[in-house]
């Protein structure tokens, strides 16, 4: 099963990298979420409900569930949190929460930073609008355990929320088949952001921490 870290690095999308070089493409700052985030999510804070059992993972919380597996990505050398890796239903979901301004939203800006990166990795990607809205699914070259060249599938989806954005890259079973497909979205919409009241520059990842019933930060653990 592909893991979506090794699509799309985690600390490609940090702070200063996810300054978009937009030419002569329009530069829409209106955010882009479904309808119905502050009701069927991914949720604010204040918008979850604290009789739930989250797992608190500072910035993000997630809902636990049979058959999820939980894994801390760490930045080397800073040995920073910066992105969460979910395994659940045969598939991969990578979720980063970034701080947004309040009433301008990322997505647009950062969908088009992902178009350059995948291209210039000799990947293809396609638009589309999906469950969350606007959304990319690229095709990505790599190297199988064989070393033979292959190709991995990955869904890139995002989500502005009250001053913050969250991102997700879907791989694994979820690329192909509608039941993970479903399972995984529901599992994205179940992810709560803990954006704070710190002032934080919009682009920065919101910060991140490691569960103490977690062995260390590359561990993987069942929730």
Same mark, same amino acid.
């Given at each position: 099963?592909?893991?979506?870290?090794?699509?799309?690095?985690?600390?490609?999308?940090?702070?200063?990298?996810?300054?978009?070089? #937009?030419?002569?493409?329009?530069a829409?700052?209106?955010?882009?979420?479904?309808?119905?985030?502050?009701?069927?999510?991914?949720?604010?804070?204040?918008?979850?409900?604290?009789?739930?059992?989250?797992?608190?993972?500072?910035?993000?919380?997630?809902?636990?569930?049979?058959?999820?597996?939980?894994?801390?990505?760490?930045?080397?050398?800073? /040995? #920073?949190?910066?992105?969460?890796?979910?395994?659940?239903?045969?598939?991969?979901?990578?979720?980063?929460?970034?701080?947004?301004?309040?009433?301008?939203?990322?997505?647009?800006?950062? +969908?088009? /930073?992902i178009r /350059?990166?995948?291209?210039g990795?000799?990947?293809?990607?396609?638009?589309?609008?999906?469950?969350?809205?606007?959304?990319?699914?690229?095709?990505?070259?790599?190297?199988?355990?064989?070393?033979?060249?292959?190709? #991995?599938?990955a869904?890139?989806i995002?989500?502005?929320?009250?001053r913050?954005?969250?991102?997700?890259?879907?791989?694994?079973?979820?690329?192909?088949?509608?039941?993970?497909?479903?399972?995984?979205?529901?599992?994205f +919409?179940?992810?709560?952001?803990?954006?704070?009241?710190?002032?934080?520059?919009?682009?920065?990842?919101?910060?991140?921490?490691?569960?103490?019933?977690?062995?260390?930060?590359?561990?993987?653990?069942?929730?």
């Amino acid at each position: 099963m592909a893991d979506a870290a090794d699509i799309v690095d985690a600390t490609e999308l940090d702070a200063g990298e996810l300054e978009v070089t #937009r030419g002569d493409a329009p530069a829409p700052d209106a955010k882009s979420a479904p309808e119905n985030r502050a009701t069927d999510g991914p949720f604010d804070a204040d918008e979850a409900n604290p009789a739930r059992p989250y797992v608190d993972l500072g910035g993000i919380k997630i809902l636990p569930r049979e058959g999820l597996q939980l894994r801390l990505e760490v930045e080397e050398g800073t /040995q #920073r949190v910066v992105a969460v890796g979910l395994d659940f239903a045969g598939s991969t979901l990578q979720i980063q929460a970034f701080a947004a301004p309040r009433s301008t939203g990322l997505w647009h800006d950062i +969908r088009e /930073q992902i178009r /350059q990166q995948i291209t210039g990795q000799g990947g293809s990607l396609t638009e589309r609008d999906g469950a969350f809205g606007p959304e990319l699914v690229a095709e990505v070259p790599a190297v199988g355990p064989d070393g033979k060249p292959v190709s #991995r599938l990955a869904r890139f989806i995002g989500v502005d929320g009250p001053r913050w954005f969250l991102r997700g890259v879907i791989a694994g079973d979820a690329m192909t088949s509608d039941d993970a497909q479903a399972a995984v979205e529901e599992l994205f +919409r179940s992810v709560v952001v803990v954006r704070g009241n710190s002032p934080m520059p919009p682009r920065d990842l919101i910060p991140l921490s490691i569960p103490k019933t977690t062995a260390g930060p590359s561990a993987t653990t069942a929730i």
